[in-house]
């Protein structure tokens, strides 16, 4: 009976996904540009970089609270990680993020995250002072997300994500929530299956005393002070679906391939694909390629992302208990700059 309400539980939480997918998923090219908080489409993790994001099948861990919460439901006792990002390597944009999770029984996993982005000191210009030379500011970007994973059976994983969102420089802020809901499915020893809804929430608006403007109308004496109202912005809303295969093991050696596809609200829809090699219990390595229309002809390609990645990972063995300390690495080329490169350390008890 258990195994039944767990199956019951789990188709539906895999039909509003599909449902919520439906009803908000266009991945209409049209829109780029209309949405805000992008900050919530960079991946901040370096395993999953290393295969360009291709992994949500098959994530597994404090990654999953980015590519697929489902994933979460694979800590059996309590995981670290932290990771930095320079993204855009040149462009002076870098991520610091760290999680942890924790088994809270009962198949259930609780997780936190949080990202913060740093885009160095930027100088302060008016209309008057074009050229700067009166101080410097830094925007300040941040998501804090809360994940709550659970397995279902031994072929069902679900989780849901609340994530709260804020932008903001000195004068003028933005906060929003989103939330993002997973199912990984796993038919049998070698393959799997996964469907991620992210980022749905409602829309941000910007507001702060940046936003007004003192006058003084012409043939009066008295000050005036206008309060310009911005417009609300969408959230990156987006439906990913994937699989993963192992192709190839021999015990000490195995294989996994990976695709996706990402049906996109506000930007072109992507595939892509990778394969991660285990050589042993403590080192991996990872290629993969996200494509997208346009990548590959300068005159039509929409973003700075030119398709290849790859990365590894370096485990080393903590202590007699099986607690492991682990060192990962991913890059991913752009153009223009010098990539994205992404380097963590996570610790596993």
């Known amino acids: 009976m258990k195994n039944i309400q767990h199956t019951i539980l789990a188709s539906v939480a ?3 996904c599909l449902m919520f997918s439906t009803a908000t998923i266009a991945g209409n090219p049209d829109r780029a540009g209309s949405a805000g908080a992008g900050q919530l489409l960079i991946n901040p993790w370096a395993q999953s970089n290393g295969l360009a994001g291709t992994n949500m099948a098959i994530t597994a861990g404090l990654e999953g609270s980015f590519l697929n919460a489902a994933g979460l439901a694979f800590v059996n006792q309590t995981e670290l990680r932290f990771a930095n990002t320079q993204y855009l390597s040149g462009s002076g944009i870098s991520l610091n993020t760290i999680g942890f999770a924790t088994s ?54 679900g989780g849901m994500t609340l994530r709260v969102v804020g932008e903001s420089i000195s004068n003028v802020r933005s906060s929003g929530i989103c939330f993002d809901a997973g199912i990984r499915y796993k038919s049998g020893e070698k393959l799997n299956f996964g469907i ?4 749905v929430g409602a829309p941000m608006r910007y507001a702060g005393d940046g936003l007004t403007v003192t006058a003084t109308p012409q043939g009066t004496a008295t000050s005036l002070t206008m309060l310009q109202r911005s417009e609300r912005y969408e959230l990156p809303s987006l439906v990913n679906i994937g699989f993963g295969y192992l192709v190839y093991d021999t015990g000490n050696i195995n294989a996994t391939l990976t695709g996706q596809f990402i049906s996109n609200s506000f930007t072109k829809d992507q595939f892509g694909g990778g394969v991660e090699l285990n050589l042993g219990d403590n080192f991996t390595l990872r290629g993969g390629y996200l494509w997208e229309d346009g990548v590959g002809t300068e005159d039509a390609i929409t973003t700075a992302f030119t398709g290849p990645a790859a990365g590894f990972t370096l485990k080393v063995p903590a202590n007699a208990d099986g607690a492991i300390i682990g060192i990962d690495y991913g890059y991913r080329t752009t153009n223009p700059f010098d990539g994205n490169h992404s380097i963590g350390i996570h610790l596993a008890i």
């Open 196 to 199: 991620s809804l992210r980022n």
């Open 104 to 157: 809270v029984g009962d198949g259930s996993v609780l997780g936190l995250t949080v990202m913060t982005m740093g885009f160095g000191d930027i100088p302060i210009t008016t209309e008057n002072l074009p050229e700067g030379g009166i101080g410097t500011f830094s925007p300040a970007f941040s998501n804090i997300g809360v994940t709550y994973a659970k397995a279902f059976s031994n072929s069902i994983y």
């Open 14 to 16: 895999i039909a509003a």
